[in-house]
T-cell receptor
């Protein structure tokens, strides 16, 4: 069994300030973890993924996330928000090294960026 | 390389009418998924195909929903008859086989937004 909790449904930041989107997971297996972004009327796009290598994962557009097994967390961060970062973000867990396995999505966090 | 293609992008129907959604996955991806995303929520899996075989359809409401992937490439998801609660975005995704680059990653289409009146 696996589940994902995104602790904030909405996050609002000013442009140029840091972004923190929180995610906690639960999994009976060794997990793979992903962050996806969804812009309005667009498909889900993979930001980054953790499989089994380095616990600090760097993704596209300056985002990164750190896998912390002791805290069962995979928070997403970015040092400086840009207006184009405004979107819905989903934390996702699946069973590691199992191609085609079911993804379990969190409820999503809507990021708003103020000028 | 083309991504996952879905059509139509938007569909508005009256309740009790049938509706169908089409998906063409990325070339060479044998695994295909259909998800439903309700407003303000994350996507939930409806059905997963490995080639033409539905290997996980436990979340598919079989009384009104059906899906097919006859030749193991493109797929159709159907609802008949549609109910008000079916209003959602229906997402299709595909993933490479185990052992291929990006195995385990799912690539999503733009979705079909269904509104049932």
């Amino acid at each position: 069994a696996q589940s994902v909790t995104q602790l904030d449904s909405h996050v609002s930041v000013s442009e140029g300030t840091p972004v923190l989107l929180r995610c906690n997971y639960s999994s009976s297996y060794s997990p793979s973890l992903f962050w996806y972004v969804q812009h309005p009327n667009k498909g889900l796009q993979l930001l980054l993924k953790y499989t089994s290598a380095a616990t600090l994962v760097k993704g596209i557009n300056g985002f990164e996330a750190e896998f912390k097994k002791s805290e069962t967390s995979f928070h997403l961060t970015k040092p400086s928000a840009h207006m184009s970062d405004a979107a819905e973000y989903f934390c996702v867990v699946t069973r590691r090294n199992n191609a085609g396995n079911m993804l379990t999505f969190g409820g999503g966090t809507r990021l708003m960026v103020k000028p | 390389e083309a991504g996952v293609v879905q059509s139509p992008r938007y569909k508005i129907i009256e309740k009790k009418q049938p509706v169908a959604f089409w998906c063409n996955p990325i070339s060479g991806h044998n695994t295909l998924y259909w998800y439903r995303q309700n407003l303000g929520q994350g996507p939930e899996l409806l059905i997963r195909y490995e080639n033409e075989e539905a290997v996980d359809d436990s979340q598919l409401p079989k009384d009104r929903f059906s899906a097919e992937r006859l030749k193991g490439v493109d797929s159709t998801l159907k609802i008949q008859p549609a109910e008000l609660g079916d209003s959602a975005v229906y997402l299709c995704a595909s993933s490479p086989n185990a052992g291929q680059a990006s195995a385990g990653e799912q690539f999503f289409g733009p979705g079909t937004r269904l509104t049932v009146l």
